[in-house]
């Protein structure tokens, strides 16, 4: 059974830190793109990085300069460092990636920025 599992979300004040991981099992996910997507209540989900196999990455503008991605592919997984958090960027984070030629989603993890 193909899985993602997110942890490390939380309730932070503005400006605080948080660290999620993506634990993923199942299957391959280090020759393919991965990435963080979030969606707050009433807005549509939206991708806050990615990052290919060779570790290009792309960032959501409003996240550049706060937020950092990594991914160990050995462990196969995805991790999102996230510094200056502000309260929009309450959201549940989800985890995204793609083996098989089938993409997967983790079950998210809330986090709160509280101002």
């Known amino acids: 059974q193909v899985q993602l599992v997110e942890s490390g979300g939380g309730m932070v004040q503005s400006g605080g830190s948080l660290r999620l991981s993506c634990a993923a099992s199942?299957?391959?996910?280090?020759?393919?793109?991965m990435a963080w997507f979030r969606q707050a209540p009433g807005k549509p989900r939206e991708m806050v990085v990615s990052v290919t196999s060779i570790g290009r990455t792309e960032y959501l503008d409003s996240v550049k300069g706060r937020f950092t991605v990594s991914r160990d592919k050995a462990k196969n997984a995805l991790y999102l460092e996230m510094n200056a958090l502000k309260p929009d960027d309450t959201a549940v984070y989800f985890c995204?990636?793609?083996?098989?030629?089938?993409?997967?989603w983790g079950q998210g993890t809330q986090v709160t920025v509280s101002s």
């Open positions: 199942g299957a391959d996910f280090s020759r393919n793109t």
């Open positions: 995204y990636g793609n083996a098989n030629a089938r993409a997967y």
